[in-house]
């Protein structure tokens, strides 16, 4: 799915591309997708190899990517790697180009694009770390069954049709909300929980302490997330939805008298962060309550990544 929309953004943000190689696995080889109004064969990843591209965007799973990025590196192609695989190494960059995106060097040739959930989390805290210094987040998520993937939307819909058909998830998802996201790991935290503790402090600040609970909702739309932040400075209110506001990619959305605040089903296709329900903590100081909400698949993955790509071909790849 995010193949299919990184194509999508491409052609949106009309990324120069001289020639296209779509790559998937062997049992999709040799049917075809659609870009800029041209039909391109899928080939494996051994013939893009060969053909020698300058980047990459790969999506295609953790031992896809510790297995080929390197061999496309070697060769002098720069990959973006949109899996677990290198965001933790000390040896790789983790970006998110309104963050850290100058961070990027002509040396860099794996780049890794965070995990959905997070790119979303640190777009909002950034601007408000700067001024306010974050301390501790508590936040707890409501992901889309898109970040699952193509089976996960097959299960909801043979579900709400009443078909019996393989599961993505180890229990029904429509009418549901399944308190699971990922593997679970040590402590009893999910992969997907870890994920956001570990790649916000990488992002932002190792000081930064985090805790996450994760939880995948019958969504189609954008990942939600109800998130607690405390400060080691005191803030005004005002001031932190004029940060917001002010933030390149992040849109506000907040005023209750109104009923105006973010919700997945407008943030479907969009390249934007909504925050809103900006509100203090009654129950401790210096600490603020929010709830923000992206397309997963775009800005949690395939735009984040054309972004990388941007500043790659624009001002390192002829360094």
């Known amino acids: 799915m995010v193949g299919q929309v990184a194509l999508k953004v491409l052609e949106e943000r009309k990324f120069q591309v001289d020639e296209?190689?779509?790559?998937?696995?062997?049992?999709?080889?040799g049917k075809s997708v659609k870009f800029q109004g041209q039909k391109y064969l899928v080939t494996n990843i051994a013939d893009a190899l060969n053909k020698k591209p300058d980047l990459a965007i790969f999506s295609a799973g953790g031992q896809t990517s510790l297995e080929?990025?390197?061999?496309?590196?070697?060769?002098?192609?720069?990959?973006?790697?949109?899996?677990?695989?290198?965001?933790?190494?000390?040896?790789?960059?983790?970006?998110?180009?309104?963050?850290?995106?100058?961070?990027?060097?002509?040396?860099?040739?794996?780049?890794?694009n965070p995990n959905c959930s997070t790119i979303q989390l640190v777009m909002t805290l950034a601007p408000l770390h700067r001024a306010f210094k974050v301390k501790r987040v508590v936040v707890s998520t409501y992901q889309s069954i898109t970040g699952t993937g193509k089976a996960a939307l097959e299960q909801m819909e043979n579900e709400r049709n009443g078909v019996k058909d393989r599961m993505a998830y180890p229990y029904p998802i429509d009418k549901n909300c399944?308190?699971?996201?990922?593997?679970?790991?040590?402590?009893?935290?999910?992969?997907e929980e870890l994920k956001l503790t570990r790649e916000t402090k990488k992002i932002l600040d190792p000081a930064i302490e985090v805790t996450a609970t994760s939880v995948r909702v019958p969504v189609v739309g954008g990942h939600s997330e109800s998130v607690n932040i405390e400060f080691e400075n005191e803030f005004d209110l005002s001031v932190v939805r004029r940060l917001l506001n002010d933030e390149p990619?992040?849109?506000?959305?907040?005023?209750?008298?109104?009923n105006q605040y973010p919700?997945?089903?407008?943030?479907e296709g969009k390249d934007a962060v909504f925050v809103g329900r900006i509100r203090r903590d009654l129950s401790q100081p210096k600490s603020l309550n929010m709830w923000i909400v992206s397309d997963n698949l775009r800005k949690g993955a395939a735009t984040n990544a054309v972004q990388i790509a941007e500043i790659l071909v624009n001002s390192l790849m002829d360094a």
């Not at 790697?81 to 794996?110: C, Y």
């Not at 919700?263 to 943030?267: G, T």
């Open 263 to 267: 919700m997945p089903v407008y943030s």
């Open 249 to 258: 990619g992040i849109v506000l959305q907040d005023n209750p008298d109104v």
């Open 68 to 112: 080929f990025a390197p061999q496309f590196a070697a060769i002098g192609c720069r990959v973006i790697d949109n899996s677990s695989a290198w965001r933790m190494s000390p040896q790789h960059k983790l970006i998110v180009p309104e963050i850290n995106g100058n961070l990027l060097t002509s040396e860099d040739f794996i780049i890794a």
């Open 178 to 191: 399944l308190p699971h996201c990922d593997v679970f790991e040590e402590e009893g935290y999910t992969k």
């Open 20 to 29: 296209l190689i779509p790559v998937a696995s062997e049992k999709s080889v």
